[in-house]
């Protein structure tokens, strides 16, 4: 049987750990070839060579994707290795949490650097070569903070609001040059972020267990759980699906909480 994702050249960042590295493990085993960009320099390097060592076709780059400059030479880097890309996945984010009226200026730049523009830098790199090629799939790593709010994490979810926004912007723009973009929500997710949000609080193990009961299934998602949603959105499985957000949460937005 042929693998779900022969002839994919994917640009994956935020890859070095969590969801993104997740979606490496995935997408290689289905047989695409992978471009992986992070800005931890250090932790990108280790895996990347413990992929290539498992026998996948993997390139990388140590970047940040709040550097135009520094993401249109990652994309140079990834046509010259890889080969010209044909999906982007924009995973990389950070959670940026406060009170609004305590946020300052500095940290609502740095939210909307990362979790907007970012992913802004790398689409606008790959998509003049997806357009020549006459396709291609960009993912956008949402939340369920895209379409609900949990008080105190402002402007966070601004932010992902408004790259649901941008997928179905881009989404309509492009269709008729077959490109696909989409958003994939996850809720909780097991990685280093969920962990850091829980020590945020006074008690942890409360945060955690508090966590876990918002949950219908009384758990979060572990990050290959979302990696596989994301590996059907980047697929030629679902060539009809663009412009819209798939919500990988265990059924927790949808959940009536009194
Ligand atoms: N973990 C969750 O519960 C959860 C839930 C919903 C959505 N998400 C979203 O999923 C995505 C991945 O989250 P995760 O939990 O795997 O995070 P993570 O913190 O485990 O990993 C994120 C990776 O992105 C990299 N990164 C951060 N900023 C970068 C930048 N400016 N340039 C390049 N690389 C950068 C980090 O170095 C890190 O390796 C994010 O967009 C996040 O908002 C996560």
């Known amino acids: 049987m042929s693998k779900r994702l022969a002839g994919k050249r994917i640009v994956i960042t935020g890859a070095a750990q969590g969801i993104g590295l997740a979606m490496a493990e995935v997408f290689l085993k289905e047989g695409a070839s992978l471009f992986l960009i992070d800005r931890d320099g250090p932790l990108l390097d280790r895996e990347a060579t413990r992929l290539k060592a498992e026998g996948g076709t993997v390139a990388s780059t140590t970047a940040d994707i709040t550097d135009a400059d520094a993401i249109a030479e990652a994309i140079r880097q990834a046509e010259s290795t890889i080969g010209r890309p044909n999906a982007l996945v924009n995973n990389a984010g950070i959670n940026v949490f406060s009170e609004p009226l305590a946020l300052s200026d500095a940290d609502w730049q740095r939210c ?57 912007s881009l989404g309509i723009e492009y269709a008729s040059r077959g490109i696909r973009v989409n958003a994939l929500a996850p809720g909780y997710v097991l990685t280093q972020k969920a962990v850091e949000y829980w020590n945020s609080f006074p008690d942890p193990v409360a945060a955690e267990a508090e966590t876990m009961k918002l949950h219908p299934g009384g758990r979060i998602a572990t990050a290959d759980e979302i990696a596989r949603a994301a590996l059907f959105l980047v697929s030629d499985e679902c060539t009809f699906i663009n412009a819209t957000c798939l919500t990988v949460d265990g059924g927790l937005s949808v959940l009536h909480h009194p």
């Open 112 to 168: 909307f650097d990362v979790n907007l523009k970012g992913a802004w830098n790398c689409s606008r790199a790959v998509l003049p070569g997806m357009i020549e090629e006459g396709g291609g799939v960009i993912l956008n790593i949402a939340s369920t903070h895209a379409f609900t709010i949990i008080p105190h994490t402002f402007p966070y979810p601004v932010a992902k609001h408004a790259l649901l926004g941008m997928t179905k």
